[in-house]
């Protein structure tokens, strides 16, 4: 780890500040989680102890509602920690946290965090995945997902456990993409918990980032040590046992640079005993120091799995905005109602605008900019692209500096070219904080830090360390790599200079002949693709998106000011295009060709979208032959439409019975299949070899898709990849129909392993016209188990014999509360066994309201069981299928007579009636008798009455 740059940009919620801050002047940021009790304001406490320092800050405008909320410490609640310290401890974690700060931090009006902030989406997730895609594309991946699939956790909830969730939850590990709000969500919880509002049953809350963590690796020290040096109030506390209710909060695991070894056999239990840094929160996370406090860690995805899944009890997703908050938070920020309805309306216009504003950051930078473009006084084009609202906001910022008056040592477009070198520098290499060594590197001298905040006042922040060194970043990741691309973009107008060079690892051959030749936009923009198509991780994306959508001519234009010359003309553009053209017909990745067409939308071109959309109107796709590049431009379409994808249906895609044309469709549109909540496969000729790419793409999201059908394809011992998919405990999947699917004894016996180990989801499986023999006895074990919510299962034509059916009669008995509502077993030979399927429906716990038994061998006897059975509970059962069984008068009439059962309810009764004259006078019967609830249909008579066949 120590060897390793993980690190992110701060969490940054609208409106918070930003700035380059002097050393001297601490100043409060809902981002920074360093503790600084000498930030305070009165409080209204009964007793306090003076402040330990004299440092002012700019002070809140408080409403007195929000003073009167705090409560005081109960001492009845807290033994053995004194008053007035708890008070004091209380009140430096509310001054620190209460505020955001717009603006430059001595100038600039502070915000009560209560007046603006807006609930956040949070879910329960999946823990361990590492997602190799730029986190633009997760938010894209998210934002197709219905925010009615999970239970939303509330911020002040995180450690309460949902509705049926019984264990205690020690450890919480929250994820989400940079500037989704993560800090802010503990900024809030701090805030609710120090003015008595929340969670009041812990007694102490510390706050301990990892950037401040980083600081200290070298250092040996106590846990009790490492308290009294970022809480000193702690000095007057005995935190030496477990008798106290403490929280711990580490923010910001990405960025964690010490080495935390969870292998290791250093085991502290005494807070006074001291280690390093490293081995005290291994310590603390793993419960062998403090086991009964409470740990929250957050983390951005890509690091969440250095914290061992066995040492977390829940996991959780800040999924940043909703729809509905994304509007809420406008109304807050943007005081005329009016203008902010004309700003919701316009980045709703825009699908990538509309889906980067579930990250809070982006909301703050688009009400930013379009609060001065939508204005009557502004003229201009409105942003529609990224690159144009970012490139906006840019120039508001650099405004800024000239509208203060700050002294200008040096020039605008020196100071963003040394800015844009720091952050291409640190992208390349993945680095999202950084220190002053690296500003050095690029000619920044820290002591102009003040000028270059002035220019980029709210896009560069420095955080002050607690001890030595100062850790600089910029505001969020989007606003790096647009500095960035603005950085290769301005080097190669001004000076003819490719800076991918060090990326390459050019031969000097290679680097001698470009110092010698004129080199075009466009090769700059193809080496920008290639180096981005071979980045594993997808961080170079969104910035090859911002260098794309500089060179058109509204940006020449915007960025007059800081190029020598202008050297952007549309043919040099035509070329880029026609070459990303080419890249998207033969790159594989889904991922990568999607990037590739939001590349082509800040270039302007939507020709290939364009004619897909009209295809996909007009219903004509499945006649079409589509190349390859059109294909990829169908998944753009769908995975960026603002409609959910409900449901996936090949059939839709590909029309005749060509089933080898499916499967090649099938292979080009599986990134918008996972995607699906239903997928409809049925008769696809999909193969072994189709059904393991198929579940390759479902492993990568299992917790979305809720009905799979397979119908008819011969998938065989493939079966057990599908299995793989249901054992996954975030599963969800409640249809999946495997009916004549080559399904044999081996399949079966995995997919029941799967579903004993995951029961709780699944409600509907067909497995009918599959040689499932004796494996059905291990489907009633899955029956058998409590938690099973299965409601449906077909196993016709299945090889059932009557061990089989007796097994699963014997797993509904043995269950009382068992969910099944429908069961056919027809075309099994099953004979004798039916009379324990009728004990089961004499069974008043019984639910079961359809059974089919068609050609099931059924007797006399049999039927004489069941309508015994029937008589006796009549309370569910709706439709019974005995068509095609040899019963003679006596089982005919014993049914026949259950019509005249006044309290039962049988609907719909299918058998046999080979005497037509019976079989009039029982339709005459029923036609006379209004009052009765059985319809008895004979299936092999051409009339409204026969039956819809069921497998």
């Not at 899944?309 to 920020?333: A, D, I, L, M, N």
Request: aromatic residues 6%; negative net charge; contains cysteine.
């Amino acid at each position: 780890m120590e060897d390793k740059q993980t690190s992110r940009d701060e969490d940054f919620y609208p409106g918070c500040s930003s700035v380059h801050k002097k050393r001297s002047e601490p100043e409060s940021s809902c981002v920074s989680m360093r503790s600084d009790a000498s930030m305070h304001h009165p409080l209204k406490f009964r007793s306090i102890l003076p402040p330990r320092s004299a440092v002012t800050k700019p002070v809140c405008k408080k409403n007195d509602q929000s003073m009167n909320k705090q409560q005081d410490f109960d001492e009845s609640r807290h033994p053995g920690v004194r008053h007035e310290v708890l008070n004091m401890f209380r009140s430096n974690l509310m001054k620190k946290f209460e505020c955001l700060y717009e603006g430059i931090s001595k100038q600039g009006n502070p915000t009560l965090l209560n007046e603006i902030y807006t609930e956040l989406y949070i879910t329960e997730s999946e823990s361990g995945e590492i997602s190799n895609e730029h986190e633009v594309r997760q938010i894209e991946r998210q934002s197709r997902r219905a925010e009615t699939e999970d239970t939303p956790i509330k911020c002040s909830d995180i450690f309460r456990p949902l509705p049926g969730q019984d264990k205690p939850i020690r450890t919480v590990l929250t994820k989400g993409v940079a500037g989704i709000g993560k800090t802010v969500s503990v900024q809030k919880f701090i805030l609710d918990w120090a003015e008595g509002k929340e969670n009041q049953d812990v007694q102490l809350i510390f706050p301990l980032p990892f950037r401040e963590l980083n600081l200290m690796k070298d250092k040996t020290l106590s846990l009790s040590d490492l308290l009294h040096v970022f809480f000193p109030e702690t000095k007057e506390m005995e935190i030496s046992s477990d008798k106290y209710k403490v929280l711990f909060i580490f923010d910001g695991l990405d960025e964690c640079r010490l080495s935390l070894d969870f292998q290791s056999d250093v085991r502290l239990c005494d807070v006074t005993e001291s280690a390093s840094v490293d081995v005290l929160l291994m310590n603390l996370i793993v419960g062998n120091l403090l086991p009964s406090a409470l740990i929250w860690i957050t983390s951005r995805p890509a690091a969440a799995d250095l914290v061992p899944s066995e040492c977390v009890h829940r996991v959780t997703e800040v999924r940043g905005f909703s729809e509905p908050q994304k509007e809420e938070y406008f109304r807050k920020r943007i005081s005329d109602q009016s203008l902010a309805n004309k700003i919701i309306s316009h980045l709703k216009s825009s699908r990538s605008l509309s889906i980067m504003c579930h990250i809070p950051v982006f909301c703050w930078i688009s009400a930013t900019v379009l609060e001065k473009k939508l204005s009557e006084a502004e003229r201009g084009e409105i942003p529609k692209t990224l690159t144009q609202m970012y490139t906006h906001f840019l120039i508001i910022q650099t405004n800024i500096k000239h509208d203060k008056d700050y002294e200008k040592n040096v020039k605008d477009e020196d100071m963003i070219l040394k800015l844009g070198k720091v952050a291409f520098q640190q992208l390349v290499k993945g680095n999202l904080i950084f220190y002053e060594e690296d500003l050095r590197e690029c000619g920044i001298d820290v002591t102009e830090a003040l000028v270059y905040s002035g220019l980029c006042t709210q896009i560069f922040r420095e955080e002050l360390g607690l001890y030595q060194g100062k850790v600089f970043c910029f505001v969020h990741l989007s606003i790096q790599e647009h500095l960035a691309a603005l950085y290769v973009h301005l080097s190669f107008i001004n000076n003819n200079k490719i800076v991918f060079d060090p990326i390459t690892k050019q031969s000097l051959w290679s680097k001698v002949k470009d110092w010698f030749r004129h080199v075009s936009l466009s090769e700059l923009h193809q080496r920008a693709v290639n180096e981005a198509l071979q980045s594993k991780n997808g961080h170079l994306d969104l910035f090859l998106q911002f260098l794309l959508g500089l060179s058109v001519e509204s940006h020449q234009i915007l960025l007059q000011g800081l190029m020598k010359q202008t050297r952007s003309r549309s043919d040099i553009n035509a070329e880029t295009i026609e070459f990303i053209k080419k890249k998207i017909s033969t790159i594989d990745s889904p991922e990568k060709s999607i990037n590739l067409f939001h590349c082509l939308n800040e270039l302007g071109d939507l020709s290939l979208v364009e004619e897909i959309q009209q295809y996909l109107k007009s219903g004509r796709i499945k006649e079409a032959k589509l190349s390859s590049s059109q294909w990829s431009a169908v998944v753009f379409v769908l995975l960026t439409s603002e409609e959910k994808l409900d449901e996936f249906d090949l059939r839709k895609f590909v029309g005749g019975n060509n089933k080898v044309e499916k499967l090649k469709v099938l292979q080009k549109l599986l990134p918008v299949m996972k995607e699906s909540r239903s997928v409809q496969l049925s008769d696809c000729g999909v193969t072994d070899e189709g059904c393991a790419a198929l579940t390759s793409a479902l492993r990568s999201n299992p917790s979305h898709l809720r009905e799979l059908d397979l119908t008819g394809n011969k998938i065989g011992k493939s079966v057990n990849l599908l299995s793989d998919v249901l054992q996954d405990p975030h599963c969800k999947l409640q249809i999946l129909r495997l009916s004549d699917c080559g399904v044999t004894e081996e399949g079966c016996a995995a997919l029941t392993s799967a579903l004993r180990s995951n029961p709780s989801h699944l409600r509907d499986l067909h497995l009918s016209k599959n040689k499932l023999g004796k494996s059905v006895n291990l489907l009633s074990d899955v029956l058998q188990d409590p938690h099973c919510k299965l409601e449906i299962l077909r196993l016709s034509y299945c090889g059932v014999t009557e061990e089989g059916c007796a097994a699963l009669a014997s797993a509904l008995r043995s269950n009382p509360s068992s969910h099944l509502r429908e069961l056919n077993l027809s075309e099994n030979k099953i004979g004798k066994s039916v009379n324990l399927l009728s004990a089961v429906l004499q069974d008043p716990h019984c639910k079961l309201e359809i059974l089919r038994l068609k050609d099931c061998g059924v007797t006399d006897e049999g039927c004489a069981a069941l309508a015994s059975a029937l008589r006796s509970n009549p309370s569910d059962l709706r439709e019974l299928d005995l068509s095609e069984n040899k019963l003679g008068q006596s089982g005919k009439k014993l049914l026949s007579d259950l019509k005249n059962d006044p309290h039962y309810k049988l609907e719909t009764l299918y058998f046999i009636l080979p005497d037509l004259m019976l079989l009039a006078t029982l339709f005459h019967t029923c036609s006379e008798a209004t009052d009765s609830n059985i319809n008895f249909r004979d299936p092999k008579i051409p009339s409204r009455c026969c039956p819809v066949q069921h497998n």
